[in-house]
Structures are given as structure tokens and as C-alpha cells.
């Protein structure tokens, strides 16, 4: 399998903020101030109460967005365009409904000049790798849930990226199939070990898949805490990891440095909705 890309990966973000104009003209500040680094190789979890910019984090990293004070670097570089060896995984699927899987999962060789047939081989055979061998001529509606994921995951890892920005890629899934794309995911990074930023409302996953969870407090989001995930590795099945003491014990820490966070998110979209309701 093809190695991660030629440059090695690595994000920082130094004195990061990034402002928005609201639909009424207004500024709103989704970030401020962040101070981010994620090491070549190294799996990054952000977790955060909703709003609070983790989302943001990942547009600046890929260069869909510029900051508005600070700088963002990657691979040492200064982000000044689309990031190159950047894949992103979006939390809803982003497939071309009109082409089959295995157009699907070529797409990013054929736009780097790779040959036609060339990258449908190589498309075949990550199909092979995530197990949807027989599927390559389903359209995207015609998979389930967690096998389009796969197919999500496919076409990102083909183009062997140097970094993997992954924006709640599992949220919409079940239980169960969440907990098989996790292992899954597990065991594709561990081929080509890209530097990733996952972001994710589930704190079990982001342990149970991380090297290090950073801590964003409500928005406007700035680093809390990052802590260091020093379960093993390889880790094995994230749903049975979670039993184990040192995750226990982990969930805890994190947890008490993220619940403050998430309460204080969820006043402050109460106080909005009262006020709302007194201005009717």
C-alpha cells in the first residue's frame, strides 16, 4: 500500500483567530487565539461543546479559510492556498451521486494526471482494503450508510495525504457500525500513518482512537487542555479498550475539563432562545 505523502505531514496553528460577517452585517468570532500542533504521524482528536469552532480548526488546516490574525503552517509551510497532500472526510457524505464507487474512489489519481485505467486499478484495489470488493459499480444511494463511509474513506486514502482532516466523519452512523468504522479507520492509518485531525462530539472514540484529545472551550473556542492518550498500539478493538482502567481513568480527566465547557455552551443557548422568546 502506498505510503503517506512525499512531504511528512504536521499542523500548527500559532495565535490563531478567525472572525466571520454575520447574515445581519454583524462580526462573530468562531475561534480566538488558538495555539494547535499536531505532530507528523500523529492522530489529533479535538473535542468541544457544539459551536465552539473545532470545525474551523479543520478549514484553516485544509486552506479553505485564512485566519484572521495568526498563522497557520503545515508541513513548516505557511497554509497560502488548498493544502497539497491534505484529504478531508466530511461529516455527510461527499460522493458524486451520478458516478459509480470505483469512479468515486479515482477521482483523486485521475486529477493528478494519473492514466484512466491506472487509477481504476488503484481504486480496486482500496475498494479491496476496505472490503467492498463486488460493489465497485453501486452508485453511492445504492450502499448503506457505513459502506459509503468506506467509500469516503477510500477515495481520501488513495491519494496517500500527508494529513487527514476528518470533520465528525461517523457521527450519522448506528452504534454498531460507528464502532466497526472506528477500527477500520484504525487499521487503514495505521498503513500510511498521515497526520490527522479528527473532530468529534464522542469522547470514547476520540480516546479510544487518538494519540492526543485537545479540549476547545465554548465558543469563541480556544485550547483548554490536550492530553496525552498513552494507551498502547497497536490498539485493537476501540468498543472493548473502552474497559480497560487507563481509559476509565482518561474519560475522567477529559471529561472534567469538558463538561465545564459543554454547560456552559448549553446556558448560553438557553439564555439566546429565552431572549428570543421576549423579543417576539
Known amino acids: 500500500m502506498t505510503a503517506a505523502a512525499d512531504t511528512p505531514g504536521g499542523v500548527d496553528l500559532v495565535g490563531v483567530t478567525k472572525r466571520f460577517v454575520t447574515p445581519t452585517g454583524g462580526v462573530m468570532t468562531a475561534i480566538r487565539d488558538i495555539n494547535l500542533s499536531v505532530a507528523p504521524g500523529e492522530f489529533c482528536a479535538i473535542v468541544g461543546p457544539t459551536g465552539c469552532g473545532k470545525s474551523t480548526t479543520l478549514t484553516l488546516a485544509a486552506g479553505l479559510e485564512r485566519p484572521t490574525a495568526g498563522t497557520v503552517t503545515v508541513s513548516g509551510k505557511p497554509v497560502d492556498g488548498i493544502t497539497k497532500g491534505a484529504s478531508f472526510v466530511f461529516q455527510a457524505d461527499a460522493l458524486m451521486p451520478w458516478k459509480p464507487v470505483i469512479d468515486n474512489v479515482a477521482l483523486g489519481p485521475m486529477f493528478r494526471g494519473m492514466p484512466h485505467a491506472?487509477?481504476?486499478a488503484r481504486a480496486m484495489e482500496w475498494l479491496q482494503t476496505v472490503g467492498l470488493t463486488g460493489f465497485e459499480n453501486h452508485y453511492p444511494h445504492q450502499l448503506s450508510g457505513g459502506m459509503r463511509k468506506r467509500v469516503s474513506l477510500a477515495a481520501a486514502l488513495i491519494n496517500a495525504p500527508s494529513i487527514l482532516?476528518?470533520?465528525e466523519p461517523f457521527s450519522a452512523l448506528d452504534v454498531q457500525t460507528r464502532a466497526i468504522m472506528?477500527?477500520?479507520l484504525l487499521n487503514l492509518w495505521e498503513r500510511q500513518r498521515p497526520s490527522v485531525m479528527f473532530v468529534t462530539h464522542d469522547l470514547e472514540e476520540a480516546i479510544g482512537l487518538a494519540d492526543k484529545v485537545v479540549v476547545i472551550t465554548a465558543g469563541p473556542g480556544t485550547v483548554k487542555?490536550?492530553?496525552d492518550i498513552d494507551l498502547p498500539?497497536?490498539?485493537g478493538a476501540v468498543q472493548d479498550i473502552r474497559f480497560e482502567?487507563?481509559?476509565l481513568e482518561l474519560y475522567q480527566q477529559i471529561w472534567g475539563a469538558l463538561r465545564e465547557e459543554v454547560e456552559q455552551a448549553y446556558a448560553?443557548?438557553?439564555d439566546a432562545t429565552r431572549n428570543q422568546g421576549n423579543t417576539a
Do not use: T
Request: aromatic share 10%.
Open 225 to 227: 487542555a490536550v492530553f
Open 268 to 270: 448560553r443557548a438557553a
Open 245 to 247: 482502567k487507563r481509559f
Open 182 to 184: 472506528s477500527n477500520e
Open 118 to 120: 491506472e487509477s481504476r
Open 165 to 167: 482532516l476528518m470533520d
Open 233 to 235: 498500539r497497536p490498539r
